[in-house]
C-alpha cells in the first residue's frame, strides 16, 4: 500500500513508520484509540480557507479545537474558515478522515500547531483512511517548510 504521502515522504528520505488500522469513524480521537497512542499526539489536518482563493492547512492535536482568529493571525489573513468536505477533498486530492498533509494535490502553506513540536513522535494521516505514519514532528515541518505557532485552543 502506498499513497502520495507515503511516496513524499519516502522520496525526501524521511524516517517515519506505516501504521494500519480498521477504519470505521472518521477522526483523530478513533484513529488514536485504534492504535492505542496519545490523542495529544495524534495528528489531525484541517484544511482552512483563508479568502481570495488561499488555503492552508492545519495540522493540530487531537485533542485540541482549532482558533480560527490565531490561524488568520498566523497567515495575515483577514479571516479563516473552515472548508467544506468537497473544497478539502478537491484541494488535496485525498478523502476526508485520511487527508495528509503530504503529496497533496496542490502546494499549501501550513502550520503545525506549537504543543505538537516537543514530542518525540506523533501520528499524522498517510493520505488513505486507516493509514497513519508515525514521525517526528520536526520532521513534518522541516519537509513541509511549515510554520509552528500557537493555533489550538
Known amino acids: 500500500m502506498s499513497t502520495r504521502g507515503v511516496k513524499f515522504l519516502q522520496q525526501k528520505k524521511i524516517d517515519f513508520e506505516l501504521i494500519r488500522y480498521d477504519h470505521q469513524v472518521k477522526g483523530a480521537e478513533f484513529a488514536a484509540k485504534s ?7 495524534t495528528i ?3 484544511v482552512i480557507d483563508l479568502g481570495n482563493k488561499k488555503y492552508c492547512l492545519a ?16 497567515f495575515g489573513a483577514k479571516r479563516a474558515a473552515m ?3 468537497g473544497t478539502a477533498e ?6 476526508v478522515g485520511g487527508i ?4 497533496t494535490r496542490q502546494k499549501l502553506d501550513s502550520v503545525l500547531d506549537s504543543s505538537l513540536i ?10 488513505q483512511r486507516g493509514s497513519l505514519v508515525c514521525l517526528s514532528p520536526g520532521d513534518i515541518q522541516a519537509t513541509l517548510n511549515c510554520r509552528v505557532s500557537a493555533i489550538a485552543e
Do not use: C, W
Open 100 to 103: 495528509s498533509p503530504f503529496g
Open 90 to 95: 478537491r484541494i488535496t486530492g485525498y478523502l
Open 118 to 127: 516537543d514530542f518525540e513522535t506523533v501520528v499524522i494521516n498517510a493520505g
Open 83 to 85: 472548508v467544506d468536505t
Open 35 to 41: 492504535i492505542d497512542f496519545p490523542l495529544a499526539q
Open 59 to 74: 495540522l493540530l492535536p487531537g485533542d485540541k479545537q482549532l482558533s480560527l482568529k490565531q490561524i488568520a493571525r498566523t
Open 44 to 46: 489531525k489536518t484541517l
